[in-house]
């Protein structure tokens, strides 16, 4: 490295994002995650033990995945190389696996290689990976924020262990906020500033467990607010509601506000008002509320409230909750949109709703047998005990029905489910009427 070199690296140091220069260096540093790199865990013994086998990354972005990538080039003794997948050509690739088989051959030395946002290599770029993660050339690191299960080839997730990082807690992030603060070396401790409480907490949620969003908005936070007349920085409510760029919404994801939007939510589905439905879901998107929670409860409202008076509901629910999954935010608040506002839309019945409570209590209340024209009758010897005997085959019959007991001898006549007149259980009802079922 010549001068020039050398003075380049220092000051993209010092100009680089606040996130960049907080990284951790080692893993004692490193905030979260605790599930796979507590001190127990398979992951911290084997960046410690410089023991790597390949490993794919796999969460939100802002959850340290390039993160514990730079810890592990920090304290590994292999070569440690980095691809980013979204600029990586083919020729890039050869380079890196030439460079691996040659120090590999002459001095016994491992590579390691991280691809950063590995989803977006195509199935021929990891193809051409495979046979070299495979013999040992390259120690393969994946960082990805797709599903890996879904995008990345199925040989390499065979050959790799999979650890799904989580969104930080609010504590990893005020804890973090605090560190940027008051580090006067890596952090803005220079700046001597100030951050309310208030404000602290406020940052801490809203970033939605993205450290990375946590620490711009602080950084841009201090570096364009004026000191007080004490000459200190001090961030308040208001200045860090305006670099996160979202107005406080008051709604707390553990207490009662959380609770009684929900509430609101899935009354207003139920009561069919899809603009009401529509607005609480904004709401909650707003304050960062988990998508696939939303997803979850609309599937519930689907089939409690609306039911077999509209069956399309449940499907177009389902349907939304995986899309969620695949797409992530921004565009998941339209399929949750579209999901929210059909339900809310639909015709109502709770009918299979009581049904199955009121089944469920019967079962809980007598012992019951099934009827042996309902018994099995496919294996030898069934003929002689009685079992199958006199069941009549429905489709042999008009309509395909034939009236005949099918409740257990206890509870004969027993109904529990109710078709309403609303929807298409209007035509389940026409249907009863037409074959006999229901007088």
Known sequence: ????????????????????????????????????????????????????????????????????????????????????????????????????????????????LFVDEIHRFNKGQQDYLLPFVEDG??????????????????????????????????????????RAVNDPVKGLGSYHAVLEEEAEEFLADMAGGDARAALNAIELGILTTSPSSDGKIHIDLSTASECIQKRVVRYDKTGDQHYDTISAFIKSMRGTDPDAAVYYLAKMLYAGEDIKFIARRIMICASEDVGNADPQALV???AAAQAVERLGMPEARIVLSQAVTYVASAPKSNAACLAIDAASESVAARKTTVPPHLQDAHYKGAAKLGHGRGYQYAHDFPNHYVEQQYLPSEIAGETFYHPTENGYEAEIRKHFRKIGREK
């Open 137 to 178: 050339t390259v120690v393969l690191i994946g960082a990805t924020t797709e599903n890996p299960y879904f995008e990345v080839n199925g040989a390499l997730i065979s050959r790799s262990v999979i650890f799904e990082l989580k969104p930080l807690e609010k504590k990893d992030i005020r804890l973090l906020l605090e």
């Open 1 to 112: 490295m010549d001068l020039f070199d050398y003075m380049k690296d220092k000051n993209m140091e010092k100009e680089s994002p606040l996130a960049s220069r907080m990284r951790p260096v080692t893993l004692d540093e490193v905030v979260g995650q605790e599930h796979i790199i507590g001190r127990d865990k398979l992951l911290y013994r084997a960046i410690q033990a410089d023991k790597l086998s390949s490993i794919i990354f796999y969460g939100p972005p802002g959850t340290g995945k390039t993160t514990l990538a730079q810890v592990i080039a920090n304290t590994t003794s292999a070569e440690f190389t980095r691809l980013n997948a979204t600029t990586a050509g083919k020729k890039d690739m050869e380079e890196v696996v030439k460079e691996a088989e040659d120090r590999r051959g002459m001095y016994g030395k491992k590579t390691i």
């Open 316 to 318: 177009v629910a389902v």
